[in-house]
C-alpha cells in the first residue's frame, strides 16, 4: 500500500521560506509522479506544483511561478518543496499527492490515485 506522508509546515512571516517533504512509502519514488496541491479556508483544493516520474519535468501554479520549486530525492524515496517569498495568501493546508509513472493533466487532483494527509502552512504579517 502506498503512503505520503508530508512534514515542514508551519508558521512563517510574509517574505519568509519553508521546505515541505514528502515521504513515499509503498513505491519506488523514480517511478512515480508527484504532485502538490494546497486548499485554504472554504477555497477548492489548488493545483501547485508537480514533477514527472521519467524526465523530471516540473510545472506550478500560476500564482507560485517563480517563488516556489519543487524537488525529489530518489534515493530517500522523498519530495520537496521549496517555498520562498512567501505571502499571506500562501496560507493554506498542503498536501502531496501521487501517481505510478506518467500521464497528463497533472494539475487536476482526479490525476493522482494516493494524498498524504497534509500539513499546515500559515504566513503571517
Known amino acids: 500500500q502506498v503512503q505520503l506522508v508530508e512534514s515542514g509546515g508551519g508558521l512563517v512571516q510574509t517574505g519568509g521560506s519553508l521546505r515541505l517533504s514528502c515521504v513515499v512509502s509503498?513505491?519506488?519514488?523514480?517511478?512515480?509522479?508527484m504532485g502538490w496541491f494546497r486548499q485554504a479556508p472554504g477555497k477548492e483544493r489548488e493545483f501547485v506544483a508537480a514533477?514527472?516520474?521519467?524526465?523530471?519535468?516540473?510545472y506550478y501554479g500560476d500564482s507560485v511561478k517563480g517563488r516556489f520549486t519543487i524537488s525529489r530525492d530518489n534515493d530517500k524515496n522523498t519530495g520537496y518543496l521549496q517555498m520562498n517569498s512567501l505571502k499571506n495568501e500562501d496560507t493554506a493546508v498542503y498536501y502531496c499527492?501521487?501517481?505510478?509513472?506518467?500521464?497528463?493533466?497533472?494539475?487536476?487532483?482526479?490525476?493522482?490515485?494516493?494524498w498524504g494527509q497534509g500539513t499546515q502552512v500559515t504566513v503571517s504579517s
Open positions: 499527492a501521487a501517481k505510478p509513472y506518467g500521464g497528463t493533466a497533472l494539475e487536476r487532483r482526479a490525476s493522482y490515485d494516493t
Open positions: 514533477t514527472k516520474w521519467s524526465s523530471g519535468t516540473t
Open positions: 509503498g513505491r519506488p519514488l523514480s517511478s512515480t509522479t
